[in-house]
């Protein structure tokens, strides 16, 4: 939409209309009112500073002793407008000295108005003001033509969308309303033609209770602020309407803080960098630095003083870092200089950092990127409001045991810690610095520790359900990736057998493989494995069987061709560690040695859990469904791990199975309601009796599997004490 904003303020000045001065141009600044008697704030989106624009918003000819409220800027004549509950309540026009007019508006019902913004319309030629009241419904006053008396006109149908909104704002590209109710659902309203549309429901960053203030800038950036926290949310509403993708909302800066807000904003204005005194973070797109990705910022400087500052090291200064190519332009900051790494970053260890504080005013935050995905994500937070002294602080950080090895960065912060919520590692906050620096982190990569385990529980009645009692095998498991200067040099896999209660005869084998839900799998081909020097000690004997299987593209390695060979059950028991007092002590245990004749960089390696399955034995009887078939074609996987080349295809089709498997989608080894045949448990785990069903041994589980990990994480936890085998019987 073409914009002339200048047009109709001209003409409204030639006609002697205007009773009090219009702002002389679109302001950049965000308008907060907040109080009773109202008070106008002026807040730099980029920086988070607040500035009292006026005290007291009166009238020309009595004092002011009540709120202000549903406020929208009108880029039409350069006013704003809002709603005022002193007696007699009105429509207000407000001026550039932020004095308050009474507008004779007919047609409003004998109630207060917390939401309201302003339509400019430019192919219509006008300007309409809307205010809504969640019992009375959505009213449009045309202020194109400044009149004696106006008339509200209730909009059809808006007395029932019984929205639980504080504020709304128009998109500057088009005639629909957006507002955020305060769980997070976010809305688009058409005023003309239709009513709110759900769009999505918005991560808030748990903020709770109202969203006051709503703004729009002119790319179609859409701010919402929340009065307990302050935080002002963003959100990317650039299309609209919203069609084809899901809008998100990120923590844009930390505004103040009310129990009543209300916001306007010339739509049309650029939200940009103004002030020199703002200081940005270093690290490298993706991650978030730059003002356009929201990047981490501070207003160092607020008073402009020079005086008081929070930074780390001897200085700190600022940058204007609007977009990528500022970035580019000025990669490095001379001010970082606060943080000192005195220990290396060893996957499963602890570090020490010594970090720099020119006064004892400070609190840190930091952020490791762990993960190398190129963003700081929440539960990376290393370091949360920790009180600096003066002088060198000494800081731990503990490193997880599944950090990735190689190139990464890291992001601290420090604040005055005046902070309501602690601050996350993108935004606006005023005061103090945001410091980044590159980092290596180096290890073994053992998986799940060096001492630790998980365990693997199978099914082996798939594709049926079976009892469902997760101890047809058992198995305790760790793996390391064996790494020297970023290489991987091979792999050494361990394990112990710790139940067997199953009729049916299998094999467990481990393939070099990691899928990803982003369809990036990494993968060692048998080809780049040094066959010489394969090493299988099983039960302190060293194995002679073709371990490394023939055939086949990927590495994959048959540990034991039938599980039931290597098990000693008791005379009085049918299975192997599943029944009560049946061979609690006797576990196999297993060491598997691998190296690679090629090294290959460890970013590139597989690594974790890697693709542990079950595979049916051969000579055994597996079910009539198996008959004339290859056995080895039968397999057993955690859910969503994709088969081996050697898995039977058809076994995906058989009538009157239970399994759902969807390989468009990326679905393996589940059934329709999402329980699995096989799991990865996070310790060593007390597996269920024999025929137990998992879901009666452990309440939580089916919750936990349907939910696909979402909930009841902790599911192993709770056990039933008298269903499941634990290592103490």
Known sequence: MKINMFIYLTAALANGLVSAAPFEQCPSKAFLIQGSPAQMYGVDLVSAKTTVLAAAMDFASEANNDSVNAVGFNYQDQYMYGFSKQAPKSVVRINNQYMLERLNVSGLPDTNFYVGDILVDEQQNKAVYYLYHPRFGLYAIN???????????????SANWNLSIYDFAFHPHSTLLYAVESNGDLYE????????????????????????????????????????????????????????????????????????NDGARCAIAEVKVTDNSIDFGDAPRPYQTTLEDSGARHLFDPNE?????????????????????????????????????????????????????????????????????????????????????????????????????GATWARFRVTDGSEANPITATGGVTGGEVEDYPINTYGSLAYPSENGWVTLAYEDQWPFAGDYDFNDLVMNYRTKLIDKDGQALGYKIEGDLVGIGATFHNGFAVRLYQSSASGINKRILRSQIDQASISLIINGEQQTHTILEEGTEDAIFIVMPDTWAYASK??????????????????????????????????????????????????????????????????????????????????????????????????????????????????????????????????????????DGRESPMWFNNATTSKVISGAQ
């Open 143 to 157: 202020l194109t033509a400044q009149n004696e008396q106006y008339q509200a006109e209730l909009i059809p149908g």
């Open 189 to 260: 309203i058409n005023v003309e033609n239709g009513g709110p549309v759900f769009i999505t429901n918005l991560d808030i960053a748990g903020d709770t209770g109202a969203n006051g203030a709503a703004y729009f800038d002119l790319q179609g950036q859409f701010y919402f602020s929340n009065n307990r926290s302050g935080k002002v949310h963003r959100v990317n509403l650039n299309i609209s309407p919203v069609s084809g993708y899901t809008p998100t909302a990120s923590v844009f800066t930390l505004g103040p803080t009310s129990n009543q």
């Open 305 to 405: 003083d020079q005086s008081n500052l929070v930074y780390l090291g001897a200085s700190v200064d600022g940058e204007n870092l609007n977009t990528a190519s500022d970035l580019l332009q000025s990669s490095v900051d001379s001010s970082d200089d606060g943080v000192k790494f005195v220990t290396d970053f060893v996957a499963g260890s602890t570090s020490q950092i010594i970090v720099t504080s020119p006064n004892d005013n400070g609190y840190l935050y930091a952020w490791f990127d762990w993960d190398q995905n190129y963003q700081f994500d929440a539960d990376e937070i290393t370091v949360s409001k920790y009180r600096l002294n003066q002088g060198d602080n000494s800081v731990l950080v503990d490193v997880p045991s599944n950090a990735v090895m």
């Open 570 to 707: 008791d005379s009085s028991c049918s299975f192997f560690r599943t029944e009560a007092g049946c061979n609690i002590n006797n576990k196999v245990s297993f060491t598997l040695s691998v190296s690679l004749n090629t090294y290959i960089a460890s970013v590139d390696a597989p690594k974790y859990t890697l693709d542990p399955f079950i595979f049916a034995a051969e000579g055994h009887y597996h079910g009539t469904f198996l008959d004339g078939l290859n056995p080895r074609g039968w397999e057993v996987h955690i859910k969503n791990q994709p088969p081996t080349e050697k898995f039977n295809q058809s076994l995906f089709s058989l009538v009157g199975s239970d399994d759902a498997t969807n390989t468009q989608f990326g679905y393996y080894f589940q059934t329709p309601s999402g329980l699995p045949w096989a799991i990865e448990v996070g310790s060593s785990w007390a597996h269920p009796k024999e025929s137990v069903d998992i879901t009666q041994a452990y309440s939580e589980f089916q919750t936990f599997a349907e939910s």
